[in-house]
């Protein structure tokens, strides 16, 4: 049974602000849309099955082969095609992040282990997860980065020693960097400069969150080795990507400005919220991304939801240990627009009182 996932705003009969999905608060620029409408009379014939202009156009964005990249529907689909292609037998995860890697792998009967991040840590990756890769015999390792839910990024040294653990096992390394454009200075995480010298690293991308296109779906992964790329874009199904999809990607990476104002933009609200939401007693983890993970020692998601808000609530991430008890829930919201934040921590604090 696939777990919830954010953004499910159809079950709805009200309008819902909703902060459950981490969508970029700015909305699709203009240049997406236009291009959208002005190819109109180009979504007749099927689509283009390697997506080569899409391709091309990444490998220019990213400084890379075109035959690195594989396009899929999605970053979910992504991932499946991935998992279809290498078909590894042990996978590490590193919990909690994002369940559809967990999905993925159990469709095509892959053995998960699981490296716990704690709350007593702050949920931070720490040095053990290299002496796991070491002894764990995996044939694949995820990465989230930054982190979903905590919105907590591993530093570029760290990703370096996680990639050359998992080199001297085999294993493959898949590093979702989705949401690390995000991140004002974004440039001392990533690993995707070095990607053409990583051979046992998969980088999987997305254009859902950073230019609004969840209705679209179009992901991407760029692989060290243009051999392991072709595997991945043999699996699964024959037209991944939509042609107004591939468009739209290409119109994308075009908007350079609409990237920078997004981190400004985020970066600035991101600390507005979290000023609003420190005195209500949450226990709040340093994000660095556009959204915000917290926890509170009383229920709050169908408080929030008879006021129209839809938050995501983080108990069926693995990892997640939530307790009536111990009065421990933990919860992600996304930052939107600044009457949007408003909005919700005025609701938040009528609620906590």
């Known amino acids: 049974m696939k777990r919830e996932h954010g953004g499910n705003i159809y079950k709805y009969e009200n309008k819902m602000y909703d902060f459950s999905a981490n969508l970029n608060p700015l909305g699709m620029p203009e240049g997406i849309k236009k291009t959208i409408i002005d190819n109109i009379d180009s979504y007749e014939p099927y689509p283009d099955p390697c997506s080569r202009q899409l391709c091309r156009a ?12 594989t396009c899929g529907n999605g970053a979910e689909e ?52 290299i002496s796991d890769i070491d002894t764990g015999n995996y044939d694949m390792v995820f990465l989230c980065n930054p982190n979903n839910p905590t919105g907590i990024p ?16 085999g294993a493959k390394l898949v590093i979702d960097e989705c949401f690390i454009e995000f991140i004002l200075n974004y440039e001392a995480y990533s690993v995707m400069e070095k990607i053409s010298l990583l051979p046992d690293v998969i980088i999987l991308k997305s254009f859902t969150k950073m230019y609004s296109m969840a209705g679209i779906r179009l992901g991407y992964c760029v692989c060290g080795d243009s051999k392991v790329a072709e595997e991945i874009r043999e699996c699964l199904t024959r037209w991944p990507v939509s042609t107004v999809a591939a468009k739209a990607g290409i119109a994308a990476l075009k908007e350079e400005g609409h990237v920078e104002r997004t981190r400004i933009f985020v970066a600035v609200e991101r600390e507005k919220m979290i000023a609003r939401l420190l005195p209500l007693g949450l226990k709040l983890y340093s994000s660095s991304a556009n959204y915000l993970f917290f926890r509170s020692k009383v229920k709050l998601d169908d408080a929030l939801l008879e006021k129209g808000i839809m938050i995501r609530n983080c108990s069926n991430y693995e990892g997640i240990f939530q307790s009536e008890v111990s009065c421990r829930y933990y919860y992600r919201l996304a930052v939107r627009t600044a009457n949007e934040n408003r909005y919700l921590t005025e609701k938040l604090t009528e609620i906590l009182g």
């Open 58 to 69: 990444l490998a220019k964005h990213h400084g890379v082969d075109p035959q690195q990249i």
């Open 78 to 129: 992504v991932i499946y095609r991935i998992i279809c292609a290498l078909k590894p037998k042990r996978a590490l995860l590193i919990v909690p992040t994002f369940s559809e890697y967990e999905e993925a792998l159990e469709t095509f009967g892959c053995d998960i282990n699981y490296f716990y991040l704690e709350d007593e840590k702050d949920f931070a990756l720490t040095e053990e997860v």
């Open 154 to 169: 591993v530093g570029q040294k760290t990703v370096m020693s996680i990639i050359y653990a998992c080199s001297k096992t």
